[in-house]
Antibody
Framework: EVQLVESGGGLVQPGRSLRLSCTAS????????MSWFRQAPGKGLEWVAF??????????EYAASVKGRFTISRDDSKSIAYLQMNSLKTDDTGVYHC????????WGQGTLVTVSS | DVVMTQSPLSLPVTLGQPASISCRSS???????????LIWFQQRPGQSPRRLIY???NRDSGVPDRFSGSGSGTDFTLKISRVEAEDVGVYYC?????????FGQGTKVEIK
């Protein structure tokens, strides 16, 4: 059974950093491109970042709103995708979800990030 | 960026009646491989998004056959043939053809 479990969220002050993890199971993680999404409170869905599998270079794509501040990475030995978030802003507050990039067929339950002083 | 425009944004429906949601993209969603990467998600209150339809019209396993997707190019539709109480939630279209990936604003389906 495919499972994605996000962790690492919490309350953080503006300007600080946080690293989210997406732990995967039930499929061959190393072959799978992954994405992060977010949803601000009461708002719609927003795609945040994407990473290809190592077989396709492990290259990345970012939304303009996070480019230069967020970094997506992966550890295939642990089946984890990470989202390193630096220079956090209040607008980054929301629930962060990871998803398989096989058409975004499976999503995790999300982890809440609150950026506030 | 490709702008995805959904309508209506709010859809009150009587149980057992049909419902239809439109999604229009500002550019064609046909990819160079010939596929059209238009996805529909359902998000029930308090839950994560659930994929219903992929590549315009392919229904996911476990999705009731009252849900159907159609369209081409820049114009797409999600239809629910007979709305049931469990269909309450917000429905999003998303394009997976162009970078950055973008979503429609969401359509809130509620029971009258």
């Amino acid at each position: 059974e495919v499972q994605l479990v996000e962790s690492g969220g919490g309350l953080v002050q503006p300007g600080r950093s946080l690293r989210l993890s997406c732990t995967a199971s039930g499929f061959t993680f190393g072959d799978c491109p992954m994405s992060w999404f977010r949803q601000a409170p009461g708002k719609g869905l927003e795609w945040v970042a994407f990473i290809r599998s190592k077989g396709f270079g492990g290259t990345t794509e970012y939304a303009a709103s996070v480019k230069g501040r967020f970094t997506i990475s992966r550890d295939d030995s642990k089946s984890i995708a990470y989202l390193q978030m630096n220079s956090l802003k209040t607008d980054d507050t929301g629930v962060y979800h990871c998803s398989r990039n096989y058409g975004f067929d499976y999503w995790g339950q999300g982890t809440l990030v609150t950026v506030s002083s | 960026d490709v702008v995805m425009t959904q309508s209506p944004l709010s859809l009150p429906v009587t149980l057992g009646q049909p419902a239809s949601i439109s999604c229009r993209s500002s550019q064609s969603l046909v990819y160079s491989d010939g596929n059209t990467y238009l996805i529909w998600f359902q998000q029930r209150p308090g839950q994560s998004p659930r994929r219903l339809i992929y590549k315009v019209s392919n229904r996911d396993s476990g999705v009731p056959d009252r849900f159907s997707g159609s369209g081409s190019g820049t114009d797409f539709t999600l239809k629910i043939s007979r709305v049931e109480a469990e269909d309450v939630g917000v429905y999003y279209c998303m394009q997976g053809t162009h970078w950055p990936r973008t979503f429609g604003q969401g359509t809130k389906v509620e029971i009258k």
